[in-house]
Antibody, heavy 116, light 109 residues
Framework: QLLQSGGGLEQPGGSLRLSCVGS????????MSWVRQAPGKGPEWVST???????YYTASVRGRFTVFRDYDKNTLDLQLNNLRVEDTAVYYCARHDGWNSHYFDLWGQGTPVTVS | EFVLTQSPATLSLSPGERATLSCRAS??????LAWYQHRPGQPPRLLIY???NRATGIPGRFVGRGSGTDFTLTISSLGPDDSGVYYC???????????FGQGTKVEIK
C-alpha cells in the first residue's frame, strides 16, 4: 500500500510538498513516480525517481518540481515550487514494477492540489 | 510529440456485452502498452501490462492486443464492476517519459 499526504490549496507562485510512504516490500527495488490528473483530463506523468538516483521530469514542471526519495524511510516526496494554476490536479504516487518497468503496478490514493 | 488517442470517448453497453476500446499511437511504439481502469474515488488499477499480460487478479475477460500503432482492449462480457474510465499508457525509452491516452468511459446500462 502507498499512503499519500500533503497537498491542499496554494496561491500561484507558492509551494507545496507531497509525500508518499510505503512498506519496505512496496518500495524496495522499485522505481517510483508521480502522476497527476487534472479535472476532466487523462493522467499525466510528472516525475520519476529511478535507479542510481536517476530523476526524470515532464517538461512543464522541470525546474519547478523536485522529487526526493528516502530509502531508509521508504518515502517519496515531491516538492512543488512556483506553482501555476495549471498544476491543479490530483497527484498520485505510483510504483513501477521493478527498476526499469514500463508501467505502474501500484498507486497511492491520490492527493488534491489546487492552485488558485 | 508522442500522443495516444483513444476511441470512442464513451461506450454505453449492457451487462454481458462485449466492449472494444481502441488506442492509437502517433508513432510506432518502442515499448509495449499498459491499460488501466479508473473508477471514481479510487486510484487507477493496472489491468494489462506488456501489451497483453493480465495483472494479478484481473479476470480473463480482459484481453489486450495490438502492435505498431494500433492497440485494443477487449472486455468480452461486461460485468457491473467494469464501469469506469479506461486508459492506455506507453513509455518512450528515448527521453524516459510516460504518456497516457485521454481515456474511454465505459458505462453499464
Amino acid at each position: 500500500q502507498l499512503l499519500q499526504s500533503g497537498g491542499g490549496l496554494e496561491q500561484p507562485g507558492g509551494s507545496l510538498r507531497l509525500s508518499c510512504v510505503g512498506s519496505d516490500l512496496a518500495f524496495r527495488n522499485h522505481a517510483m513516480s508521480w502522476v497527476r490528473q487534472a479535472p476532466g483530463k487523462g493522467p499525466e506523468w510528472v516525475s520519476t525517481f529511478g535507479n542510481v538516483r536517476d530523476t526524470y521530469y515532464t517538461a512543464s514542471v522541470r525546474g519547478r518540481f523536485t522529487v526526493f526519495r528516502d530509502y531508509d524511510k521508504n518515502t517519496l516526496d515531491l516538492q512543488l515550487n512556483n506553482l501555476r494554476v495549471e498544476d491543479t490536479a490530483v497527484y498520485y504516487c505510483a510504483r513501477h514494477d521493478g527498476w526499469n518497468s514500463h508501467y505502474f503496478d501500484l498507486w497511492g490514493q491520490g492527493t488534491p492540489v489546487t492552485v488558485s | 510529440e508522442f500522443v495516444l488517442t483513444q476511441s470512442p470517448a464513451t461506450l454505453s453497453l449492457s451487462p454481458g456485452e462485449r466492449a472494444t476500446l481502441s488506442c492509437r499511437a502517433s508513432q510506432t511504439v518502442d515499448t509495449p502498452l499498459a491499460w488501466y481502469q479508473h473508477r471514481p474515488g479510487q486510484p487507477p488499477r493496472l489491468l494489462i501490462y506488456d501489451g497483453y499480460n493480465r495483472a494479478t487478479g484481473i479476470p480473463g475477460r480482459f484481453v489486450g492486443r495490438g502492435s505498431g500503432t494500433d492497440f485494443t482492449l477487449t472486455i468480452s462480457s461486461l460485468g457491473p464492476d467494469d464501469s469506469g474510465v479506461y486508459y492506455c499508457q506507453h513509455r518512450q525509452l528515448r527521453g524516459s517519459s510516460w504518456t497516457f491516452g485521454q481515456g474511454t468511459k465505459v458505462e453499464i446500462k
